[in-house]
């Protein structure tokens, strides 16, 4: 399996990374603080709620990313909760039927101080330790691996595939914007097409994140 994913959730994800995924059949999980939608951050602009309505209403994974996108190790378990409770409670003010269900560190930075009670609210929580979930899996740290233009090409995509099959697991990329410019820690249009035509050609099904636990029987 893969999961194409979208941190932070710059707007050009959802205008321009979400109709690729659906040219494919696929759909993608955005993982979102509330608090950076509509806001300039220095590389992009935040979804709008209107983009997240549309992203929730075309059948992609919305995800938690707290809501102020501040770094775990800088949050005491109460800051936590409520990080993600108010988060949880921005998205679904927004649609009821949305559904949180999944939650990723953001700037990557986990705390093990966290894992047990992220994992009594979320059923995955994701890192960005590179590499393929196979075998035992720690679902309180998911591997992921960037899909970024300044730190993978296609070999690199090509490779990681590879791996993927090799070992009968799942692969999960991560990026944030997507741009024929994009920043450090987004790509563009053709690597994030790359990454597609590649999971196509190896029959490898693209899910988001719950469609694959789902899968998975996680």
């Known amino acids: 399996m893969v999961s194409f994913t979208f941190d932070d959730a710059p707007k050009s994800a959802a205008t321009v990374g979400a109709p690729m995924l659906e040219e494919y059949g696929a759909r993608g999980t955005y993982y ?3 608090g950076l939608v509509d806001q300039w951050c220095g590389n992009w602009t935040g ?5 997240i309505i549309g992203l ?3 059948g992609h994974e919305l995800a938690c990313h707290t809501f102020t996108h501040t770094r775990a190790i800088d949050l005491d378990a109460e ?3 409520a990080e993600t409770e108010k988060n949880r409670n921005y998205l679904c003010s927004l649609d009821p039927s949305i559904r949180i269900e999944n939650f990723a560190y953001p700037y990557g930075f986990g705390a093990i101080s966290h894992k047990r009670r992220l994992g009594k609210i979320f059923r995955s929580v994701r890192g960005i330790l590179p590499g ?5 899996v720690d679902l309180q740290y998911l591997r992921a691996t960037p899909l970024i233009e300044v730190e993978i090409d296609r070999e690199g995509v090509d490779r990681v595939f590879e791996e ?3 070992k009968n697991g799942w692969l999960i990329f991560y990026t944030h914007d ?3 410019a994009p920043s450090c820690y987004g790509c563009s249009p053709s690597l994030l097409r790359h990454a597609l035509d ?4 190896l029959k490898i099904p693209v899910l988001s994140v719950a469609e694959a636990l789902q899968r998975a029987g996680a």
């Open 178 to 180: 997507v741009k024929a």
């Open 132 to 136: 393929v979930n196979s075998g035992t």
């Open 32 to 34: 979102i603080a509330g």
């Open 198 to 201: 590649a999971a196509s050609r």
């Open 56 to 58: 929730h209403r075309k």
């Open 47 to 51: 979804v709008s709620a209107d983009d």
């Open 79 to 81: 800051a936590m909760t």
């Open 164 to 166: 993927a099959a090799a």
